[in-house]
């Protein structure tokens, strides 16, 4: 038997691949089609049969459906049993997203965001107390992830971010001054990812950021889109926001890396999220 070797991103094109190297449908196992198959009918039952109340911007009704993906165990396929994951894995993990995302484009992206950039971050790069304290909170769905790297002058220059992180005095503390804008989840959303440069640092940093009353977080409009209308977008405003130094995700200067490394991520989730739509289609 010849085998398994790990083909580097698009290497297939340009390169004569073994067989046994590809991952195909036949190679599913069973607890893979299990999930399938509730995954299917969830969608199928919470999200399908209520497309028009979707399209007509009815943000509570997705919130409701994520709390519910919560409960079946949805929102936690890829994060280890220990931070109150399933640990499914890379397999399971695209085929929920497939499946998940084929109902609605408003829950596909309030979905994709939180497992993915909402969640990812953390799970990545976190420290242990870090996943210890959030990680059970979001695979449950009690909380919801947010991601907020975008600004009004920092779109696909994401490092040229403006928003601002200053210690305080005592050194205990940073406070964020600054404006996100497109956020996913924003309306909904307990923890934010946020990017925020230190003093004149080359890179952003990035933060756990929990939305808590009067600590400065203020929720623009929700944007009016084309499409996607139930999916909460709002920008959101950070005024002193003030949150402890043991917040800060991963190293000072590291933001930059971590911001592209869970997009990373999405972008191949992204793909999965297709084609089920498009089988439908």
Known sequence: MTEKTNIKAGEFIVKETECANIFTPEDFSEEHKMMRDSVIEFNEREVIAHKSKFEAKDFKLTEEVMKKAGEMGFLAVNVPEKYGGMGMGF?????????????????????????????????FYGTEEQKKKYLPKLTSGEWFGSYCLTEPNAGSDANSGKTTAELTADKKHYKINGQK????????????????????DKNITAFIVEKEENNGIVLGEEEKKLGIRASSTRQVFFNDTTIPV??????????FKIAVNSLNVGRIKLGAACIDSERRA
């Open 181 to 200: 804008m497109w956020i996913s989840n924003a309306g909904f959303a307990k923890l934010f990812i946020v990017f925020a440069r230190i003093e004149d």
């Open 246 to 255: 043991e917040n800060m995700l991963g190293k000072r200067g590291e933001g």
């Open 91 to 123: 397999v399971a993990t695209m085929l929920v997203c497939e499946y998940m995302s084929s109902g609605s484009g408003s829950v596909s992206t309030a979905f994709g965001a939180h497992t993915g950039i909402g969640t990812m971050p953390i799970l």
